[in-house]
């Protein structure tokens, strides 16, 4: 019997893993992150068990006490707990976070990926259990963008990409090959907001993965959120890099995008 450990996060992408490893034959055991996780996600799964997101020990034993040897991280895990919340990290999580050598995602990910493989548990490429997901290359709208906004999505994409080597974040909001809002530790739908406020209307937003992205972690996802966000601000044109973006609800986001006069581009140079 083949065991899956779902770490799961905020949003629809843990319940959307979860379906397609029980396709492929595992038993899905989650470790459900309070208080991000879904509750919902307890239908989808085989087992779950519900872990303060600053329990790093606790999240750990949980897996161990299933045997859990394989594991996959879905669904967001705000690095803003850090600094606002009235979370607590246990033990092994300080230890943790007192080990990095800075607190950019790319170090916060690794070092748990380390200390997994140490406890024998190994982190599995997400995009095996949502290849479906992944935007295709092209126009996925009927709606193309105009010869200025496939400008626009030219100039992002290499902002974007840069943004994504620096490990600030994987978005940027431009307008008129000028960049309106970058995205750092407040995430993509609060830098849409404030790129398309300061854009005015028709703004051109570009998320990409970073280069040599691993796939074992935050990898980048759009959903009902996102297109929210570009509506508030009646944003024009989402360009998501091709084979590398997380679309999910594609075609309530395809048909509300219709509706909302918005271009939706899977992008690769």
Known sequence: ??????????GELPIAV???????????????LEPLADKA?????DEIQWVNVGKFGKMIDTMKKYDIREAVMAGKVSKTLLYKSKITPDL??????????????DSVLLAIT??????????????????????????LTKDAPSDQEWKDIAFGWKVAKELGRLDIGQTVVVKNQAVMAVEAIEGTDEAIKR????????????????PNQDMRFDVPVIGLDTLKAMKTVHARVLAVEANKCIILNRDKIIDEAKTAGISIVGYAE
């Open 114 to 139: 380390e200390e997994l493989a140490q406890e024998g548990i190994t982190l599995l490429d997400i995009s095996r259990f949502c290849s479906a997901l992944l935007a295709s290359k092209g126009v």
């Open 41 to 45: 996600l307890s239908s989808h799964v």
């Open 92 to 105: 092994r999580a300080v230890k943790l976070l007192l080990s990095l050598k800075d607190r950019s995602d």
């Open 195 to 210: 790129g398309g406020i300061l854009s005015g209307k028709d703004a051109v937003v570009v998320k990409v993965s970073k």
């Open 18 to 32: 979860a379906g397609e490893a029980k396709t492929q034959g595992y038993t899905v055991i989650a470790v459900g």
């Open 1 to 10: 019997m083949k065991k899956l450990g779902l770490i799961a996060g905020k």
